[in-house]
């Protein structure tokens, strides 16, 4: 059972004890827009049991957005999700991913190599684990040459790569554990596509903020939606009212903000993501990557606002408590204790508590300092 979640208007609202996301993955196909099908494919990672997969009709085929977790597994139960849906690989031609997350960019790999299909990101796609892990990112958003370049000629190559990413110490002192090698070689070693030809997946259509694309014989708007990762891409199709959400805004979960990210202010970011997708007007369907559409995209956005103002708040009365004891002044690890519970803590949610750390920084609310590389914040 979930604590209740206090809104800033304190109102108090018990969150159901299994989420959306957690379902395990259905064979269902079903039309949840006007020439837009929902699959969903199984996935296991923390607190998600399946993604989306959603399967956009035209003359020419089909489009599939979020194409699942790289590898043979999650590959047939695409190629089977596809036939429910009536089709077959050869006609997809083009793959939506709205960001670098294993569980959507994974299967695009391979569709791109088996049909030649388009590969539709945003402009600043880049996942951190095919960068040297020192990538940044320009005024445009675009990461800089040298980490999209790389090129990997086994599946070896590609997880030594991941491992030594992981090996390095995070950016506020603490440790990295990451999946373990054996999670990676499943992901990868067996898909055809992760030797040989596989350097990092590479946006063929790269879309800008505000740049429109045509897709189940609509247009769609592409929206630059950063802060759960810095590349995140929602769609929204104003003529049927359609939102395509990706990660960003989810029905019963709060998506990862990760500290560990090309920008500095990663939070800040996402409140004005999220106030972007609170202002489109005539919403009729929300279609998130994970979890069931839903309606109410602006209450829902406003809600994930509220809930990180309230989690700005926990930390900042941690500050208070800690400036008032003998302490001082605290680490990552401390403020995440707090703004934690204990079956959560560890790699993620210490990467989130600096997220948030850094937001108060960069407001000015909080002051970091750092002693042998482990950095300790304090209020201002
Ligand atoms: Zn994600
Ligand atoms: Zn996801």
Known sequence: MSLPCRHRNNVVCLDRPRKQEQEEATED??????????TQLPISMPGLGHVNCYVLEDE????????????????????????????????????????S?????????????????????HKSFLTLFDGSGEATVDEDGRPSEDSADLVFNSAEERIDAIERYLGRPTPWGGQRTGPPREFLERLWADDPTSSGLAGPLKPTQPLIDGQT?????????AMHTPGHTHDHLCLYDPEHGVVLTGDHVLPTITPHI????????????????LHRMAGINDVAIALPAHGHPFTDLSGRSEHIIDHHEDR???IRQAGRDLHEGAVGEGTVNDYMKV??????????????TYAHLE?????????????????????A
């Open 29 to 38: 196909v079903t039309e949840v827009a006007p020439g837009v099908l929902r």
């Open 60 to 99: 020419r085929g089909i489009a599939v957005v979020d194409p699942g977790l790289p590898g043979a597994e999650s590959w047939g139960h695409l190629v089977d999700r596809l036939e429910r849906a009536g089709y077959r690989v050869s006609d997809v031609h083009t793959v939506v991913v709205t960001h």
């Open 101 to 121: 997350h294993p569980d959507h960019f994974g299967g695009a790999y391979r569709l791109r190599h088996e049909t030649g299909a388009d590969v539709v990101t």
């Open 213 to 221: 694309i045509r897709l189940a014989r609509r247009e769609w708007l």
């Open 258 to 273: 990760s500290g560990l990210t090309l920008h500095t202010d990663p939070l800040a970011l996402f409140f004005a993501s």
């Open 312 to 314: 700005l708040e926990i």
């Open 339 to 352: 703004l934690f519970r204990e079956r959560s803590w560890g790699d993620m949610a210490e990467s989130e």
């Open 359 to 379: 937001h108060l920084r960069t407001i000015g609310d909080f002051v970091r300092t750092s002693v042998d590389g482990l950095a300790r914040y304090a209020p």
